[in-house]
C-alpha cells in the first residue's frame, strides 16, 4: 500500500523501522509550553491515506516522561477525507510541566488501519449469555 505524503516544513522523512508496525511523527517547529497550556503541535506532513482507510494517531511511550505533555484527546483519528494540501496533521498536547519540544523530535505514532465494516444494530431482550460481574469484576 502506498500513502502520498506532502511534508509542510523542513523535518525527517518518515521511516518505517524494522522493529515495531508504529510510523513516527515528528514535530514542525519549536515547541514551548508553560505548565496548563494546550497547544496543536503542527506536525509538517499532510497525508492522502487510501479510501476504506483511517490513521489513529498515539503519543510515543516516551512522550510524557521525557517532554511532560498529553495528548489532549487520547488518541487522533484521521480519516482519508483528510487529504488536501493544506489538512496538516497534528499533536493536541497539553503540558503538565513547563517543557520545550525541539523541531524534529518524535513525539507521537501513528499506525493505518481499515475502515469499521457497515454495522447493524438489533435490539433484544437478551444476550443469553452469563454475566462477568462488571467494570472491574476478574481481580486484582
Partial sequence: MKIKVKYLANISPIEKFSVGDMLDLRCAEDVTLHKGEYKLIPLGVAMELPKGYEAHVYPRSST?????????NSVGVIDCSYCGNDDEWKFPA????????????????????????????????????????GIGSTGL
Avoid: W, Y
Avoid at 510524557?64 to 495528548?71: N, T, V
Fill in 94 to 133: 497539553f503540558a503538565v510541566e513547563d517543557t520545550f519540544i525541539p523541531k524534529d523530535t518524535r513525539i507521537c505514532q501513528f499506525r493505518v488501519f481499515e475502515n469499521q465494516p457497515d454495522l447493524e444494530f438489533e435490539e433484544v431482550e437478551d444476550l443469553c449469555n452469563e454475566s462477568r460481574g
Fill in 64 to 72: 510524557f516522561s521525557k517532554h511532560k505533555i498529553l495528548m489532549g
